[in-house]
């Protein structure tokens, strides 16, 4: 397990951006498979969008494909997941996880058993 810090949640209005953004402490994510998920008040946690080690492979739950993008940046380490027209149902505790990858880099996954590092999760609130 490795320590992952998020940064980026907030309150904003519906329709508006935010950005959020993980950063692992110890080692390149170019070896690790990384996923966004959220988790709302009485729900389980669920995938939002998922990245492959090669980068190459992504996912996205079916309520925000053509509004998040999720992308890395090997050479700062980080994570992000960009979040256009945001709405009230996206509003939720927001975390970010890794996974060391399969040999061919490619894989996705999609559980959250599939993660052994999580991050300590950051608020996003949106209003109506």
């Known amino acids: 397990q490795v320590h992952l810090v998020e940064s980026g949640g907030g309150l904003v209005q519906a329709g508006n951006s935010l950005r959020l953004s993980c950063a692992p402490s110890?080692?390149?994510?170019?070896?690790?498979?990384m996923g966004w998920f959220r988790q709302g008040p009485g729900d389980e946690k669920k995938s939002v969008a998922l990245?492959?080690?090669?980068?190459?492979?992504?996912y996205y739950v079916d309520s925000v494909k053509d509004r998040f993008t999720i992308s890395k940046d090997d050479a700062s380490n980080t994570v992000h997941l960009q979040m256009n027209s945001l709405k009230p149902e996206d509003t939720a505790v927001y975390y970010c996880?890794?996974?060391?990858?399969?040999?061919?880099?490619?894989?996705?996954?999609?559980?959250?058993?599939?993660?052994?590092?999580w991050g300590q999760g950051t608020q996003v609130t949106v209003s109506s």
């Open positions: 110890e080692w390149a994510i170019g070896l690790y498979a």
């Open positions: 996880a890794a996974r060391v990858a399969n040999p061919s880099g490619t894989r996705i996954y999609f559980d959250p058993s599939d993660y052994d590092s």
């Open positions: 990245i492959s080690w090669s980068g190459g492979t992504t």
